[in-house]
C-alpha cells in the first residue's frame, strides 16, 4: 500500500480511502449491506493496508458510523487509523428511492444543517455511534445557506479544540464559497479546512474550472465521491438499459439515470474501456489511476465485494502517459453543475 501526505497537514493516508456508505442497514437503502455481509469486505482492506476511512451521520441514519466503529476496534490500532465522518443533513431512516441526499424527509427544526447547536450535537452522536474519543477528520457534507459562516466555522473550531476532533474538512460547494470559509477561519484564528470531499470523476470534470485549482494552490487534500461516477465508468451500462442498470443501487439512483447517460459520456467510457483493455486492466482500476494522476490524495471508493478494493488497490501501480491521459478526456462534454445540493 501507498501512503501519502494528506494535504498540508503532518498526517499520513493511503492511497485508497474506503467509503462507508455500503455498510449499515437495508432498510436505509436496499443495496447496503449489513454488518455480517460488510465484515469480510473491509477486512480484505484493511488487510491490504487501507487506513482511511469515510462515513457520515447520515448513513444508514447512523449504523454506518456504528459498524464502522466495530470494525476499526476489532481489525485496527486507532493510532494508524485515519477516521473520517459527516455532519449536515438529518439522520433519518426514511427512504423515498433516488440519490442518497436528495431523498430526505421534510426537514424539522435544529435536526440538521451547521448552526452551533446542530455541530456540538452531532460531534457527541457521531463520537457515541463510532465509540471514540476524537475524529480524525470531521467534514461538514454540505454548505448551510441558513447558517452565517462565522457561526460555523467558530463552533467546527470549539470542537477541534475541546479534542473532539484533529482535522477539518469540506465537501462539495461552489469554490467561491470555499474560499470564504478559509479566508473567515484565517482572520480570526480559527481552524481551518484541510480537505475537500468533492464530485470528481473522467465522467464528471466540472470541477475543474474552480475548485480544484484552488485547493491545489492552497496545499488542500482532494478525496473526491463518486470515483466511478455511480458505478458509469465501470462500462457495463448501456445506452438503451438505463432505466434499469445491474444493481438495484443503480436502479434507485437518480444522478446516475440523470447526468451519466449522454452520448458523449459513452464515448468516455469507450476510450477507457479501449485504453484499459490494452493495459490489460479493468475500467475501474484506469479510472482511479487517472484520479491519482490529476492530483487527487485519495478517492472514496464505494465496494460491496472484495474484489472492487483489489481494483482500485491495482491503480496505485499503473503509469499513464500524458498522451494517455489526453485520450481519456478528448470525449468529454460539459456537464449541468452536479452535487453542491
Known sequence: MQYIRFGNTGLKVSRICLGMMTYGTPQWRPWVLDEAAALPVVKHAVDAG???????????AGESEALTGRFLKMLCKREEVVLATKLYYPVEMAFKGGNSTAAQPARRPNMDGLGRKRIFHAVDASLQRLGCDYIDLYQIHRLDPNTPIEETMEALHDVVKAGKVRYLGASSMWAWQFAKAQQVAREHGWTRFVSMQNHYNLAYREEEREMIPLCRDQGVALIPWSPLARGFLAGNRKADDKAQGETSRARTDDIAQKYYYRKSDFKVVEALGKLAAKKGISNATLAYAWLMHKGVTAPIVGASKPWQIDQALAATDVALTE????RLE???EPHPVLGHL
Do not use: K
Open 50 to 60: 487501507i487506513n482511511f476511512f469515510d462515513t457520515a451521520d447520515m448513513y444508514s
Open 323 to 326: 498522451a494517455e491521459i489526453q
Open 330 to 332: 478528448a470525449a468529454y
